[in-house]
C-alpha cells in the first residue's frame, strides 16, 4: 500500500506524501481504496442473483475516508504510512462530510448500505447526486444562518462517474439526461462491496457559445439551465411537505433513472418479464420515492405488456417504510401539478386508483382524492410489505394512522427497529471504549455486536469500572477541545455532559429542555439546588429554513446560555452550548462523550429515533419518554438502567379529549416564573411566540410541554444526582453491552428474513 500511495499522490500531482496538501492526500488516499476494492466490487456487480435496490431521496454518508479505511481492513497500515511521513491521520477531519440528506431517515439509509455489504447482502442504493448537499448552519446574534454546502469543493474520490449508463428523463416539457455516480459501498471485513449509484442530471444540449448570440442559444441556454437545476440542492425540510414543482421533478427524475437502469440490466438476461421480481426489488424509502410504483407499470407496458399484466408482476417489487406520522410530512401531490410535468405517469396512478375501486370499498378507500395523490395510499396498496421503524411505531400505523389499509392486509404490515452501525458508531467513533471493550472479548464485536452480551455482569468488575471512566473522561476531553476551538465556549470536563442533538421540531421538544434550564438558573439564583452535580447543557440542530418556530426555539436557547453562562452565581453550576453546524462528524464526537441522552420527544410522535441507539451503544443512559425506539431500549437494557419520565401514548391521547395547559401552571409558581421570564425581560430578547404557542390559540402547548414538565425535572434531578456514583456508571455500562438489536446489520437482517428474502 505504501508504494501505491507514494505513486497515486505522484502520478496525479507530482508530489511526495509530504508535499501534499491535505486535499491531495486525501484523493489519493481515496483512489488507493477504491483500487483495492475493485475486484470484489467488480465481482459483486457480475452476480445474477436477487437484489434489492434501497430507493431514497437522502443519503447521509457523512465523511467516507475513515469508515472506508476500516472497513476494507487497510486503516492500520493507512496510519503508518501516514505517520513515517510526519502526517496525522487525523487531518482528514478537515474533509467536510457528504451531507445528502436532511437527519433521521437520511443517516438510516447509509447505516442500512454498510450494514448489507458488511453481511454480504446484495442490497444496492440509488438516489440524487446534490451539488449542494443540506445547509451550513452558523450563528449571527444567536439567530440561524445558512450557507450553501459546497461539498464537492474536496472533490469526490470516492465516486465514478458512469457515462456509459447514462439514461434519459422524460417530462412533458423537456428530456433531461441522467448521469450516475457510483461509489462502492464497502461492508467491514466483508467480500461483497455494493454500489451507491447517485443520479445527476445534465441537459441533453449542453450550453452552446456558438448559438448564443441568436434565439435558438438562449432556449439551449434556459434549457440546460432547467436540466441542472433538479439535483442543484436538496430541500432542507425535514417532515414537512413543501409541494414544490422541482422537488416533484426530483422525486420522478430519481425513480425513472433507477427503474430504467435496472430494466436495462435484467433485458440481458433474456428471461420473461414475470421473472423481473425474482430479480429485482425496491424498498421505498418513505413516500418519496413512491413515483415508482406509476412508473414501474409504464416501463412494462412500452414493453408490450398489459396494465393487468404489469400490475401483477409490479406488485410483487415494492416495499414501502413509513418514517414519521406527522400529518404534514404525508406527502401529497396535486393532479395538476402531476398532469403538468408527468402525465404519462399520472395516467398510470388513475388506472392504479380504477383497479382499487373493482376490489375495495371506494368510499372508504382511495388513492386520488380532493385533486391529490395520496403517495402513502399508493405505496400501501400496490406494495408487498409496509413498516414501521420501531415497535410503539409500527403498532401506531396499524391501529391509528393507516387503521383501514390494516383491517384489509393485515399481513402486508410488519415491523423492523431501526439500528446503526457499530462500525461508524463505537468502533471508529469511540476508540477508547472500543480498545476497552476488546481487551477482554477480542474484537468479534465489531462484526457481530451480539458478542457484547459476553461482557454481562461486568458492571460489578472494579476495574473495568475504572477503565470504563477513564474512557469517558477522554472523549470528554477532546470534545470539550473540539468545541473550544469551533464556538469558542469553554466547557470544564468535570461537568456532567446532558446532550440533545437532532433536527429542531416541536415535537422533539428541545423547548422543554430549554425550559428546565431555565427552572434549574432559577433554583440555583435561589440557593435551592446546593447538591446539584455542574452540568453543561449541549444542543445540536438544523431548524427547515422555512420553519418559524423552530428558528425562535433556536434563538431562546442561545439566549438563555448568554444568560446562564455570564451569570457567575448560576455558571458554578451548569452551562448551556449549542454548537453550529451539527453533523454526522459533530454526532461521532458528540455520542463517545456524553454522560446524559436526551430523547424527550411527546410519547407517539417520535417513529423511532436512532441518535438514541448510538448513545445506548457508547454507554450512555437516556433521559426520555416511553417514545419511538426508547421503548425498546428500555426494554433490553432495564427500565431502571435510564431515566424515562413523562406521559405514556394512551395518556397523551386521554389527555389531548381536553386539555388545559394553564392548569398545568396555576399551582406551579416556579413554572409560571420560567414562563414569565420569556416575555418579562430577565432575558436579554422576548419570546412572545413561544409563550403564546404554549398557552393561546386553538391547540394551546400541542406537544404536551407544560403537562410533562414536573416528570421531566424530577427525573433530570435524579439523574444529576445518580450522576458520578458507581450506580450511574454501572447504568452506562449495562446498557453498552446490551445494545445489540440497536446495530443495523440486525436490522437489515430481519428486512431480509421478512421482506425482501434475498
Ligand atoms: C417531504 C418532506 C419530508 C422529508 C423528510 C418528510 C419527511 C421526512 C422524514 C420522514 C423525516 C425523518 O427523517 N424521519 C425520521 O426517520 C428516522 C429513521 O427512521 C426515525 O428514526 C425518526 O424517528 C424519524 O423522525
Redesign the pocket.
Known amino acids: 500500500m505504501k508504494s501505491c500511495l507514494e505513486t497515486f499522490v505522484d502520478v496525479l500531482y507530482g508530489k511526495s506524501l509530504m508535499e501534499a496538501s491535505t486535499k491531495e492526500l486525501y484523493n489519493a488516499l481515496a483512489k488507493v481504496v477504491v483500487k483495492n476494492v475493485e475486484k470484489n466490487w467488480d465481482e459483486t456487480r457480475n452476480l445474477n442473483n436477487k437484489r434489492c435496490g434501497y430507493l431514497s ?2 443519503f447521509l454518508i457523512g465523511r467516507m475516508i475513515y469508515a472506508n479505511l476500516l472497513n476494507a481492513g487497510m486503516l492500520d497500515e493507512a496510519k503508518y504510512i501516514l505517520e513515517q511521513n510526519n502526517i496525522d491521520i487525523n487531518v482528514f477531519e478537515e474533509v467536510e462530510d457528504a451531507a445528502l ?8 439509509a447509509a447505516c442500512y448500505l454498510e450494514s448489507a455489504a458488511t453481511e454480504n447482502i446484495l442490497l444496492d442504493g440509488y438516489g440524487l447526486r446534490y451539488r449542494y448537499g443540506l445547509f451550513k448552519q452558523s450563528f449571527k446574534n444567536g439567530f440561524q444562518n445558512e450557507e450553501a454546502d459546497d461539498w464537492l469543493k474536496w472533490g469526490d474520490p470516492f465516486s465514478k462517474r458512469v457515462e456509459d449508463d447514462t439514461v434519459i428523463v422524460h417530462f412533458k416539457d423537456m428530456d433531461i439526461k441522467a448521469v450516475p455516480y457510483d461509489m462502492p459501498v464497502i461492508g467491514y471485513h466483508s467480500k461483497v462491496v455494493n454500489t451507491l449509484r447517485l443520479w445527476q442530471s445534465e441537459a441533453i444540449k449542453e450550453f452552446d457559445f456558438k448559438e448564443f448570440d441568436n434565439m435558438e442559444g438562449v432556449k439551449t441556454n434556459d434549457e440546460a439551465y432547467k436540466a441542472k437545476e433538479i439535483t442543484y440542492v436538496l ?1 432542507p ?6 409541494g414544490k414543482k422541482l ?1 416533484l421533478r426530483q422525486e420522478y427524475f430519481m425513480v425513472s433513472a433507477s427503474l430504467q437502469d435496472m430494466l436495462k440490466k435484467f433485458k440481458k438476461l433474456n428471461l420473461t418479464f414475470k421473472e423481473l421480481p425474482n430479480y429485482y426489488i425496491w424498498q421505498l424509502n ?3 420515492p413512491t413515483l415508482a410504483i406509476p412508473e414501474m407499470i409504464r416501463l412494462l407496458k412500452n414493453e408490450g405488456l398489459s396494465f393487468d399484466e404489469s400490475l401483477k408482476i409490479v406488485r410483487k417489487m415494492f416495499n414501502f ?4 406520522i ?1 400529518a ?4 401529497q401531490w396535486p393532479i395538476e401539478m402531476l398532469e403538468e410535468l408527468i402525465p404519462d405517469v399520472l395516467k398510470e396512478i388513475k388506472l392504479i386508483e380504477e383497479d382499487l375501486e373493482k376490489n375495495l370499498d371506494k368510499n372508504k378507500y382511495f388513492i386520488i382524492k380532493n385533486n391529490k395523490v395520496n403517495m402513502a395510499y399508493l405505496a400501501i396498496y400496490v406494495s408487498e410489505h409496509v413498516n414501521g ?2 415497535a410503539i ?1 409500527t403498532e401506531i400505523l396499524k391501529n391509528n394512522t393507516f387503521k383501514e389499509w390494516y383491517e384489509v392486509y393485515p399481513y402486508k404490515f410488519v415491523n423492523v427497529t ?1 439500528g446503526v452501525t457499530p462500525r461508524r458508531w463505537l468502533a471508529l467513533n469511540n476508540e477508547s471504549l472500543s480498545k476497552l471493550i476488546t481487551s477482554r472479548i477480542g474484537d468479534g464485536w465489531v462484526k457481530n455486536l451480539g458478542e457484547l452480551a459476553k461482557l454481562k455482569g461486568i458492571e460489578n468488575d472494579e476495574e473495568f469500572l475504572k477503565d470504563f471512566i477513564t474512557s469517558r473522561n477522554i472523549n470528554k476531553i477532546r470534545l470539550a477541545n473540539y468545541i473550544e476551538k469551533h464556538e469558542g465556549i469553554d466547557i470544564p470536563v468535570n461537568y456532567m455532559f446532558d446532550i440533545q442533538i437532532k ?1 429542531l ?1 416541536e415535537y ?1 421538544r428541545q423547548l422543554l429542555n430549554a425550559l428546565s434550564i431555565l427552572y434549574l438558573a432559577f433554583e440555583i439564583k435561589e440557593g435551592n439546588l446546593i447538591d446539584y452535580k455542574p452540568t453543561v447543557f449541549i444542543f445540536g440542530a438544523k431548524s427547515a429554513p422555512g420553519y418559524y418556530m423552530a428558528k425562535q426555539i433556536i434563538k431562546l436557547i442561545n439566549t438563555i446560555a448568554d444568560y446562564v453562562n455570564n451569570d457567575s452565581v448560576i455558571s458554578k453550576k451548569i452551562k448551556v452550548c449549542f454548537v453550529q453546524n451539527y453533523n454526522v462528524s459533530y454526532a461521532e464526537k458528540l455520542v463517545s462523550a456524553a454522560d446524559l441522552s436526551e430523547q424527550i ?1 411527546m410519547a407517539g ?7 438514541n441507539m448510538k448513545f445506548m451503544i457508547n454507554g450512555t443512559p437516556t433521559l426520555g419518554t416511553l417514545d ?2 426508547n421503548v425498546e431500549i428500555a426494554a433490553e437494557a432495564g427500565k431502571s438502567n435510564n431515566y424515562i419520565f413523562g406521559l405514556t401514548v394512551e395518556e397523551v391521547d386521554a389527555l389531548k379529549k381536553n386539555y388545559k395547559p394553564e392548569l398545568f401552571v396555576e399551582n406551579n409558581p416556579k413554572l409560571k416564573k420560567v414562563l414569565n421570564a420569556l416575555i418579562d425581560g430577565t432575558l436579554n430578547a422576548k419570546f412572545e411566540e413561544i409563550y403564546d404557542s404554549l398557552l393561546k390559540g386553538n391547540e394551546p402547548d400541542r406537544y404536551l410541554v407544560l403537562a410533562d414538565f414536573n416528570s421531566y425535572i424530577e427525573m433530570k434531578l435524579f439523574a444529576n444526582k445518580e450522576y458520578q456514583s458507581k450506580e450511574y456508571y454501572k447504568k452506562c455500562i449495562v446498557n453498552m453491552y446490551s445494545s445489540y438489536r440497536f446495530s443495523s446489520d440486525r436490522s437489515i437482517k430481519d428486512y431480509n428474513e421478512l421482506i425482501w428474502k434475498l
Open positions: 431521496a437522502e440528506g436532511n437527519g433521521g431517515l437520511g443517516r438510516l430541500y425540510n425535514d417532515n414537512t411537505l413543501e422537488r418513505d413516500t418519496h417504510t413509513n418514517h414519521t406527522m404534514e410530512a404525508l406527502e421503524v420501531a411505531h431501526n433536527r421540531h422533539k420527544s410522535m417520535e417513529a423511532s429515533g436512532t441518535g419511538g425506539a
